[in-house]
């Protein structure tokens, strides 16, 4: 018996699983981290997203849903990973990598995961999520390695201690790791660590079937009727909500209420039924068959191998290429449905021909400002590195292939035209008398924001990196809610000398200097000084003057990943009082210590516990005078040092707020990292 129907003809290196047991079904989804963008094709290497129904034997149904592992695919992930709180993933890597390897490919998928949980507005006690996603790790290949098998019969491993270990020390306060690595031959269906693996899989089921509300006759008639509604809803299987609920009302029963239909809706969605696509940026959207747009449509468009043309290479299709994919499909509508979903953009000054960025072949090209610009002295630069700050591993997501979208989109939409250029992992475009070039750099761990333009022009070089900056914030916000990330800034002269390797200044540099009263910073690498004007604003005076330096923002500029995270460090008791409740004696606030101390460190009851820390930022807030500066410096002085470096390592380091003097004139332009086609707008035409 294979761990699940097909797997026989996978070639598992390293992907991520996830069960989702609902009443009578559950999901599997896989993922599979690959070093090449354009892995060699293989035949029978799973193709996008594979969604099959199976059974595990002496487990149950499952609705299997196996993610490829080639990168080509990963724009399309976020609409459909980590989106069922009844999910357990299985996270599958190979014994045959290196053990850095394989950490690092756990933490890739992990991380990945984490990513897609937005935060809670409200924070828990310590920082917990209120419904963790459950992990479970699988090593593969053992018998290739040649593990040693226990006086039981099971392999063991030497280091499934320490690599659990690292794991759960990284994301053990947002996703629930079973506290058992299962290392098997998934071949010997058999054998005892496979028999192992169904007894826990069957535990995790049981758990959380049980909470699961029992299945009505409204949704077993849903169920019945669905084949239906699929053959007569067209060529595209997508169904706007309010759709869905008028085709049951009218069809199946007329009293029933959105609100229980909802909780329906999901029961199905967690069966693999249908999949609810959400977003906070777009209405719900009711995916009628799953296989249709995982399978057959990404599958084919996003696998398209070997291209015949010049334009092919650049990610750039026409129409009809697109149609013969997908004959069966009304390519028009479908086209706008993945512009939704930031996987192409319609060149709206040549409709014919759509960008896919992910399909982009070219590479090194126009990477660097050398060799094209013939006025170098007069030219100011300035740029940004976005990186994630916890957790050193590539974005998931595609997040970059997202970001080509957008601009590609931003780009096609301005009446001037402004020219852009794209490569495999670079964008190049010019607007409004600047230029600017982003690349994905670091091995995918960061993306790097390069400006420059005319030195009498140093406002609109600013103007033009906060918007490509805040594009990508925008991006990642709705993309990747529960990434957190932060800017390091580049040297300006190190840029408009193209001195390589650049020196990068992090935000505990700022604040380090601003600490000491200084304005510069020394770059090590050219052995001088940066005033922070020339590195945060291109040297543009009136900009900088009209900004705060890191310390001097309000506290109430917190994200709440940061805030989260604080919880986690202060909310539990310290042996030596050096805890949450010492910083709010500190702060003055000592009514909330008494508010938050009833259970004097413990959380015995079952229920939900607010973090005191959370609330403790919540109401210092209302003070003008509170600032990241003085929380830092507390918390100093409390002897918590972790906490003061982690905000010195994830704030921002300047925030300005403009007035409509180009700002605004640049933002109308760009949806701001949104696709002007919601999906819900699309599927309802």
Known sequence: MNLYPGCENVSVRSRSMMFEPSLTK?????????????????????????VQNGNINGVGDFSVWEFAGNPVYYCSYDYFAANDPTAVHVVVFSLEEPYETQLNQVTFWLNFLKSLIPPEELTAFGGKIKNPLRVVLVATHADIVNLPRAFGGEFGYDKDISLLKEVRSRFGNDLLISDRLFVLD???????????????????????????????????????????????????????????????????????????????????????????????????????????????????????????????????????????????????????????MDICARDLSNPTMIDIPALIKTNGLNRSWTGDDEEDEVLVYGGVRIVPVEHLTPFPCGIFHKLQVNLCRWSHQKPEGDDIRLWTNGIKLSHGGADVMILLVNHGQGIEVQVRGLDTEKMKC????????????????????????????????????????????????????????????????????????????????????????????????????????????????????????????????????????????????????????????????????????????????????????????????????????????????????????????????
Not at 40 to 49: E, G, L, P, R, V
Not at 209 to 230: F, G, V, Y
Not at 290 to 298: E, H, I, N
Not at 311 to 340: F, K, M, N, T
């Open 26 to 50: 559950g999901v599997l989804e896989v993922f599979s981290p690959s070093n090449n963008s354009h892995s060699t094709s293989d035949d029978q290497s799973t193709k996008a997203i594979d």
């Open 462 to 685: 600013y103007l033009l990196l906060d918007l490509i900056c805040s594009i990508i914030d925008n991006l990642i916000a709705t993309t990747l809610p529960g990434l957190l990330t932060v800017k390091y800034y580049l040297s300006p002269q190190q840029l408009r000398e193209h001195h390589e390797p650049i020196m990068i200044y992090q935000p505990r540099d700022f604040f380090r200097a601003q600490t000491q009263k200084e304005a510069s910073l020394a770059n090590t690498m050219g052995g001088y000084k940066e005033s922070f004007n020339s590195i945060l604003t291109f040297g543009c005076t009136d900009v900088y003057y009209q900004g705060n330096l890191g310390m001097d923002i309000h506290i109430s500029e917190m994200c709440l990943l940061t805030r989260r995270k604080l919880s986690r460090l202060l909310d539990p008791p310290d042996s030596m009082g050096k805890d949450w409740c010492l910083l709010a004696m500190n702060l003055g606030l000592t009514d909330l210590v008494a508010k938050y101390s009833t259970n004097n460190g413990t959380l015995k009851e079952v229920g939900f516990h607010p973090s005191p820390t959370s609330a403790l930022i919540q109401e210092w807030s209302g003070s003008p005078e509170s600032t990241i500066g003085i929380l830092i410096t507390k918390l100093r002085e409390l002897g918590r040092r972790d906490a003061a470096d982690f905000l010195m390592k994830s704030s921002a380091v300047f925030k300005v707020i403009l007035e409509a003097n180009g700002q605004e004139a640049y933002a109308s332009s760009c949806n701001g990292g949104t696709s002007y086609n919601s999906i819900s707008s699309v599927v309802s035409r």
């Open 186 to 340: 998934a071949g010997a269906s058999g054998s005892k660590d496979i028999k192992l693996l169904r007894n826990h899989l069957q535990e995790l089921r049981n758990l959380l079937i049980s909470a699961c509300p029992p299945m009505t006759l409204l949704c077993e008639k849903i169920i019945s009727t669905l084949p239906s509604w699929r053959k007569v809803n067209g060529p595209n299987q997508l169904m706007s909500w309010q759709q869905f609920v008028f085709d049951v009302q009218e069809q199946i029963n007329p009293l029933i209420s959105e609100d229980d239909l909802r909780e329906i809706a999901f029961q199905l969605h967690s069966m693999g039924e249908i999949n609810i696509m959400q977003s906070e940026t777009i209405q719900d959207v009711v995916l009628l068959d799953p296989r249709w747009l995982c399978t057959s449509v990404l599958g084919k468009i996003l696998a398209i191998e070997n291209p015949k043309a010049i334009h092919h290479y650049r990610g750039r299709y026409r129409i009809e290429e697109i149609q013969s994919l997908v004959s069966d499909s009304d390519v028009d509508e479908l086209i706008q449905i993945l512009d939704a």
